[in-house]
């Protein structure tokens, strides 16, 4: 089987880079609990986002390599050539755009939430910062999916 990074890799990843995240929000809001916004709130936000993703990758991973499957069967191809012809699948410039979108929308996430630990007075706004930043995350590995679903459909039609 084609080896990427949308399967465990990249969920333990996300979960440990969304951990760290957390940590350093949490360093920044814990202060803020008499503000109308709680430390509670900010879990809440990246709770919901990992399980988005982690829904995501359960959901999609199985069927993707399904149709993978298919068309190894499909193309007669051998273990060999299937790991050569069909890396184009998983691999591609536009996945790797993706990749590095959701990775520099995580570091933007952790950079906010560590120069929120810096002391200054927490500011609520950045909880809808967060919501929008996770939101826009989990629409980036959406789309991805739906690239890749594309590609593999349009193999699986030749």
């Known amino acids: ?5 949308t399967g465990a890799d990249v969920r333990m990843r996300v979960g440990l880079r969304l951990s760290g995240f957390l940590g350093a929000w949490l360093l920044f809001v814990a202060p803020a609990a008499a503000q109308a916004c709680a430390k509670a709130d900010f879990e809440v936000v990246v709770d919901e986002a ?4 982690s829904r995501l990758n359960q959901q999609n991973t199985p069927v993707f390599q399904g149709k993978l499957r298919q068309l190894k069967e ?9 790991m050569s012809e069909a890396a184009p699948l998983v691999r591609d410039d536009t996945i790797a755009g993706f990749d590095q979108k959701s990775e520099e ?3 933007t996430i952790t950079r906010g939430g560590q120069s929120g630990a810096s002391g200054a007075a927490p500011d609520c706004a950045l909880l809808a910062a967060l919501k929008q930043q996770m939101s826009a995350l989990v629409e980036t590995q959406k789309a991805k999916w ?13």
């Open 74 to 82: 499909k193309r007669g191809w051998s273990h060999d050539q299937f």
């Open 1 to 5: 089987m084609v080896r990427r990074k």
């Open 146 to 158: 739906a690239y890749m679903f594309d590609r593999i459909e349009q193999e699986l039609k030749k």
């Open 50 to 53: 990992a399980a988005a993703l």
């Open 105 to 107: 929308m995580l570091a």
